[in-house]
């Protein structure tokens, strides 16, 4: 069964996953089991209003498709019900784009509140 917690102790789920460098950031992982098998990474910068910057999102490799969409959505489903906050993802990334992120300035951004989670069946949230 596929989980996803809140992780503060990491260093062992950094090595499992193969992520280099100290643990930073508000660090969830996802669960098949007990195992770790998919780590998301964010940082809140301030600029004019505070931005939670999508650091990593970083799965095994023996994680497949549907499981990984589960996940993104869980998190991008958690960030739309909470406080409004701007998200980006530093570069141009399309696999952001099905959720409603846009280009500005070199990055993909969105209001949380306007991430779409109904992409698959062409819906969007009113």
Request: charged content about 30%; hydrophobic content about 40%.
């Amino acid at each position: 069964m596929l989980t996803v917690r809140f992780e503060t102790d990491l260093s062992a789920i950094y090595r499992t996953l193969g992520i280099e460098g100290e643990p930073f950031g508000s660090n969830f992982v996802m669960y098949d089991g007990d195992k770790p098998v998919a780590l998301w990474r964010m940082k809140i910068v301030l600029e004019d209003m505070p931005v939670g910057v999508i650091e990593s999102v970083r799965f095994l490799d023996t994680v497949d498709e549907d499981d990984r969409t589960f996940f993104m959505h869980a998190m991008f489903f958690k960030l739309s019900e909470g406080s409004p906050i701007r998200l980006r993802v530093e570069g141009e990334r399309d696999e952001y784009r099905k959720f409603g992120f846009q280009l500005v300035d070199g990055n993909m951004e969105i209001n949380s509140t306007d991430i779409n989670l109904h992409y698959r069946c062409g819906g969007y949230r009113e």
